[in-house]
Structure formats: C-alpha cells, structure tokens
C-alpha cells in the first residue's frame, strides 16, 4: 500500500493551497483518512480527519479556515486550506487506516510528506 501526496508548495499569507493524496495497492476497504502536520521543532499534530462515512474532525487551529473531503471511488482525501497563517508551515503527512484483505486487521499507513511553506 502506498500513500502519495501533492500540492504542497510555498504561499503568502492569507492564500490558498489544496493537497491531494491517493492511497494505492492492495486495498479491502479504507477507514478513517487524514491529514497531519508537522512543524520544526515540534510533534506531529491532527490538522483534520474524515471518516468513510463522512464525519469530519478538525483542529481547533485550522477550524473554518481548512476543509477535508474525500472520493471513495478513488481512494483520495483532500484538504482545502484557505486563509493560510505563517504557523500553517510544516510537513503535512496522509494517514489512512485501512484493510488490506481479510482477515488482516486494519492498519496505519502514511505517505512520504508534503512541504507547507507560507511566508511574505
């Protein structure tokens, strides 16, 4: 199973950026997919979750400034994140929760990392 993420990059204050991440391989069925960061310095914190069913949960630091969403079909999540502070920089890292085949129990898989830069 692999797990690859895009759309990081750097951007001013106040702008937008969207990453994407595709999960791929030998998949059953999917969970629980987020979205994690981390910053110099610091632990990797919960930026936003989304379950299969479509139960979101946010941090309260990107709350009404960062949307989750996912396509089940195409085993992606999404996180729009809008209204971007200079505390937003970090490495953000996709995490699913999925089954690979049965009778295997769920299990955690993460992606490589994306940069989120935002300065002026």
């Known amino acids: 199973v692999q797990l690859v993420e895009s759309g990081g990059g750097l951007v001013q204050p106040g702008g937008s950026l969207r990453l994407s991440c595709v999960a791929s391989g030998s998949i059953f069925r999917i969970g629980t997919m987020g979205w994690y960061r981390q910053a110099p310095g610091k632990q990797r914190e919960l930026a936003a979750t989304?379950?299969?069913?479509?139960?979101?949960n946010y941090a309260d630091s990107v709350k009404d400034r960062f949307t989750i969403s996912r396509d089940n079909a195409k085993n992606t999540v999404y996180l729009q994140m809008n209204d971007l502070k200079p505390d937003d920089t970090a490495v953000y890292y996709c995490?699913?929760?999925?089954?690979?085949?049965?009778?295997?129990?769920?299990?955690?898989?993460w992606g490589q990392g994306t940069q989120v830069t935002v300065s002026s």
């Open positions: 989304m379950s299969s069913g479509g139960g979101a």
């Open positions: 995490n699913a929760d999925l089954i690979e085949r049965l009778p295997r129990p769920p299990l955690s898989f």
